[in-house]
Each structure stands twice: as structure tokens, then as C-alpha cells.
């Protein structure tokens, strides 16, 4: 009689099988993110009233100190209550009976609630519908130009991911479409001993984990792969050129967003068709919309549509926009306008319809009554530190924003362990405005950059760890200058 499920299981059979049992069974899937904490999970939870959460005990011994709240049940448990009659009669009448006599979920009911990765604060329920799901498979499905015949996708991405939840899961159950599913998105070794046994053609994932397995996965293995696609964050181009001359395949950039369950636009390979050449990516751009959706830009201030190639707030009209977030309607009011949804990221659509997106509306620092946006700035730094400290360097770095009370606010420089001259490294931001500058006062080294589960930054945590020791002092673990 619970209308709402828990799920905690990774992605690959069981996950498949227990979402793929949810869904006809017209029950709503909530895949719940281990990384988040016990606490956050035990929220979710309450937001969402799961009393149950279907799991895995070999899952469960591998997320040492992870707590199950509510009544659990493991999938080890229920496997031997399934005869080999059971089957049989399972098999027969799912071949035999009558359609009507399925109990079916109407396209309007919830599938789906995807708990918002909280980088800024405090995760959302997001409702995704049987309808909105259904309709961004078909567009991603026609976008890819695959074939269930010649292609497999490979996918490590996470269940509680949209992007692992609907590409990685539902694009090949509703398409027909053969998937290979890694449980560990950070097991380089694993995914590219599967997709070599799989003879991947397609890899969904993000930047962050592609770094990872440029060391750990050897180039044969992946001698199969048409075309990589990562979502969540930027991708450097620095990056897409490594991928391209380890594993002689490119490496696309794709947008989207929760709320739109979730893809908006990828970069896709050129395709000839009857004489006629279509260039599908641009770089610099995180590709054209998918179809069946549009993208315009908007002004901040007042809200009205700008015309093409004009910089503003994005907003994207898809088939695939949310139900709404979950028992929140006054956020579902401001985030839903112009019939389309507010994605908070600032971007542009050129005359051609490749998006370009230059910052987060949130990733914004207000010096002296002037915007700064971090993003460009922590770009530009991460590429100069990259070239500085070598191509097969591991160190990061995150810019931050922490009050000031001469300016309003003021650049912190976090990173993992570079001894080299900062002063010298921020010469790299010469030619765009002083206020881009960070003081070398503000570099401050750390253990980790850190990150949510799907491999994105976690904003919040960057936000705390940037805040310590900046109360009239320097933090202890300030970096001196070379």
C-alpha cells in the first residue's frame, strides 16, 4: 500500500530490475544518494514518506557505516520466494494475458522523485512523471542517432543521478538499447575491463571521473567506443583533446538540468545524410538543443526573452520540465516562467542554436558593486595550473566567495598542494577586469576539493571550507607565496 519506494542499490541489474518492477507496478522509484550522509538520507526519506527502501546486503556491506531508515528489504531475501513455477507462470502471462489486465500507471503519475544534488544547499524532491521521462528518452534516443542493434551504452553513473537514472537505465529499457553498468563510477579498472567485454560504443559520465580513467583505463579497452558524453559539469577542452588522443574518441558535452529530466542539449558527432553534412558540435558550446525542446536567454532584472546570441538567465521550454518539486509550490512557481523552466545558469543561444553557458547566476561574487563570475575565473586558473604543474598533474583548484567588509565580497583561491608562485599563476587572468584578481593572501591549501557523489563540486561544502579563518585573520593552512 506505499505509494513511494526507497532504492538503494547501484546501477546494473538488481537497480535495473527493481526500478524496471516499481515503474509497472505504478509505484514512484526514490533512489536514494548514500554520499549525502545518514542524515540527508534519513530526510529525503521523511520528504518524500519512504517507508521502505529495497536494498542489497552485499551493497550495503561495501557503504560501510550507511544507515537504512525505515522497514528494509534486501533483494537476497526475495529471490529464493521465486520458484522456477513462479517464473514459468510470471512468463506466461506476461505473454498471454490481455494488456487491460495490467495494472498500468497513467502517463501524469509521478515515476520518479530525484532528490536534487544540493550543491548549493539544502537538496529538493524533484516529481518526474512517466510522460516527462518517456519524452526525454525518445529525444535523447533520436539525438544520439543510436541503434539497438550496433550500439552498447556503457554507464557508471549512479541511480540517484538523473543522468544515471534516466540515460543510463531508462533510454535503454524504453528503447530497446543494450546497456553495461558499472556499480563504482570511480573503478577506471572495472569499466574498462566491461566495456572492453561489452564492446561499449557509447560511455555516459562526468568530467571528473574521465580524468580518473585516463590513468586507469588502457586504450585498447576502449577500442570499441564511437563517442563519450559527460553531463553535470563543465568540460575543459584540455580535457577532451587527452581523451581524444588516449582513446582515439571524442568526448561531447551535453547540458541539463534535474527539472528537465534531465537533458537539454548535447555536442554530438558531424553525420552525412543524403549528400548533406551536419556539423552537431561547437566548441566552447554544450551543443544544440535536443528535439522537441527550446533554449532562450532572458534579462536577470525584468524576465522578458532576449533575441538570439544576447547573454542572459537561460531558460528552457521541453517536454521533459518537472511535475514540480516536491510539497514546495512556492518553489515551483518562481522556477517555472515564460512556460518554460528557470535554469539559473547564465548562457547564450547563437543564430545557429548551440548554447553556451558563461556562469551560474548563483556563481557569482559582488566586489565592489561589480559581478565576478567564478566560474570563468576558477577556468582560467584550473587550465594555468594545469599547464604549470604538468598535463598529468592531479592538483585542483576552486574559487570561492567569502564577505568582505571593504568590497562586499572578495575571492578565495582553495587547492590541493601547488608549491608553485601563485602571484605568477594569476597573470593568467591579465586582460579581464582587476576584480578577477584574487590576493595571494587568499590561497589557501586543502585536502580534498569537495565533491557530491555524482563527481560534481559541492558548493556548499567549497562555500564552508572557504569561510574558515577568514574572520579578520588568515586560515592556518594559508599558502605562502613562492
Known sequence: DEQRVGVLLPPGRGGAIVNLALALLGRTAVNLNHTAGNAQVARMCELAQ????????????????????????LVEDLLPGIGKIGLIAAGLGALLLPHRLVARARAGDVAAIVFSSGSTGDPKGIELTHRQLIANCEAVFTALDVDGARDVLLSPLPLFHSFGLVHGLWVGLCQGLPLANQPDPTDGKALGELAQKSRATIMLSTPTFVRGYLRRIEPEQL??????????ERCPAELRAQFHERFKAE???GYGCTELAPA?????PTVKRDGVTEVR???????????GVQAFATDPGDGHALPPGSEGLLVVRSPGRMRGYLDRPDLTEKAFVLGGYNTGDIGRVDAEGFIFITGRLARFAKIGGEMVPLDNVERILQEALGAA???????????AAVPDEGRGER???LHTGYSGDWDALFKALDGNPALWRPKSRDVRQVATIPKLGTGKRDLAALKKLALEGTAGKPAEQAATPA
Open 50 to 73: 519512504v517507508r521502505t527502501v529495497i536494498s542489497s546486503a552485499l551493497y550495503l556491506r561495501r557503504l560501510v557505516g550507511t544507515e537504512v531508515p525505515g522497514r528494509r528489504v
Open 223 to 232: 577500442r570499441t567506443l564511437r563517442f563519450a558524453v559527460v553531463g553535470a
Open 281 to 291: 558540435s561547437r566548441d566552447g558550446s554544450v551543443g544544440r538543443a535536443l528535439p
Open 251 to 253: 568526448l561531447f558535452e
Open 411 to 413: 575571492l578565495v583561491v
Open 389 to 399: 604543474a604538468g598535463a598529468e598533474s592531479a592538483l585542483e583548484l576552486a574559487v
Open 264 to 268: 537539454v542539449a548535447f555536442n554530438l
